[in-house]
């Protein structure tokens, strides 16, 4: 949104930052929605008195604290941007993976050959799969799960990869699934291990690791229900 006193084409909103004073006094929720930008409306348009503007959907009681939302984010995010978690209270909560790691275990762990390993990333790339792949308490999201899908295909099979789209379980490699949970929860096990060996610790650290403890207990929750789909 452009400010109206700038008198060239503004700039996009995704490559500017700005500084609100008092914004940062108002905690956030998930459970508000939030309109936030110059208020534009043509009164004020033409007096000049436009100004920065936050509405929230929702109503707030009389001396009861307001609230915003700052984007429905994981704990990770919330915690590494703005120093606070949500805990289990967090629906948006889930456990960022990588393609690396999901191909890391294919190649390390389960000794599987992957061929035609940079096409099968040019197609993951091209086709917007390598964001947002994730572990909730359900287990691996259907994003993950595509990737590990493409990355064992067959180089004979690799022109029908399209063919993805029209799964949900991905059956066909269940235990693929099931082996990649254990893999990235040996890990989580691991830094917790080293984290306990700390001895000078601040707050953010004892947060950070309260952190990868509920991460832990996700990722055993995924495998209970990941086991429930064989």
């Excluded at 949500?86 to 390390?108: D, P, R």
């Excluded at 004979?156 to 789209?165: G, I, M, Q, R």
Aim: hydrophobic share 40%; with cysteine; aromatic share 10%.
């Amino acid at each position: 949104q452009r400010d109206p006193r700038d008198p060239g084409s503004g700039e996009q909103g995704g490559d500017c930052l700005a500084l609100v004073p008092f914004l940062d006094l108002l905690n956030h929720s998930d459970n508000v929605t939030v309109e936030a930008g110059i208020n534009l409306d043509s009164d004020r348009l033409e007096s000049r008195d436009y100004f920065y503007e936050l509405k929230v959907g929702q109503s707030v009681n009389r001396y009861s604290e307001a609230f915003i939302c700052y984007g429905r984010h994981s704990n990770t995010k919330l915690l590494t941007e703005y120093g606070f978690s949500l805990g289990e209270n967090n629906n948006s909560e889930h456990i960022a993976v990588t393609v690396n790691t999901i191909l890391e275990f294919l190649q390390m762990k389960k000794k599987v050959r992957v061929s035609k390993v940079e096409e099968k990333l040019c197609i993951l790339k091209e086709n917007g799969l390598i964001s947002n792949l994730g572990i909730g308490r359900l287990g691996l999201n259907w994003t993950a799960k595509a990737v590990l899908y493409i990355l064992l295909l067959r180089p004979s099979e690799l022109k029908s990869w399209h063919s993805l789209y029209q799964l949900e379980n991905f059956s066909s490699i269940h235990s693929f699934l099931a082996d990649f949970l254990e893999y990235f929860l040996e890990g989580l096990q691991l830094h917790l291990r080293k984290m306990a060996e700390i001895i000078l610790r601040s707050k953010y650290f004892n947060l950070a690791e309260d952190l990868v403890r509920s991460h832990v207990e996700i990722v055993k929750l995924a495998i209970t229900n990941q086991g429930s789909e064989a």
